[in-house]
């Protein structure tokens, strides 16, 4: 900006000095307040190119900030994600621990209902001889 100023502003300068000291033409005059001109249409030009430059650097923050929300969002959805499939795999050694003891269990009725089966027969066998049990 500073350099589309100085190359406006000198020109005119250059020429208000010409014809304060008597030196220029009206022509040296036109010519210089044109490239004054055009120097001052140049810098309306980067004014608005920066601006518009701003519009989009806030429109990037902007865009950014959504996704950083997106993320967050996101990572607070694995993090529960995380914590359900922690409690899923606690349930699952729960039941395995329950499944096991109950074949346990199992196990044991068995062996108490073969034992009592064979006391059965047992007594069964000792009182059809005649015995008393």
Do not use: W, Y
Not at 22 to 42: E, P, Y
């Amino acid at each position: 900006m500073h350099l589309v100023l100085s190359r406006g502003f000198l020109p005119l300068v250059i020429g208000a000095t010409m014809l304060a000291g008597g030196c220029a033409t009206k022509d040296d005059v036109r010519a210089a307040q044109a490239s004054a001109d055009a120097a001052r249409m140049q810098a309306v030009d980067a004014r608005a190119a920066a601006d518009h430059a701003f519009a989009e650097a806030q429109a990037a923050g902007r865009r950014a900030d959504q996704a950083s929300g997106a993320a967050q969002q996101a990572q607070q959805a694995a993090n529960s994600a995380q914590s359900t499939a922690d409690n899923a795999q606690a349930s699952a050694q729960s039941a395995a621990a329950s499944a096991e003891q109950a074949r346990d269990d199992l196990r044991a009725t068995e062996e108490r209902t073969q034992q009592a089966e064979r006391t059965r027969r047992v007594r069964n066998t000792r009182l059809a001889r005649g015995e008393r049990g």
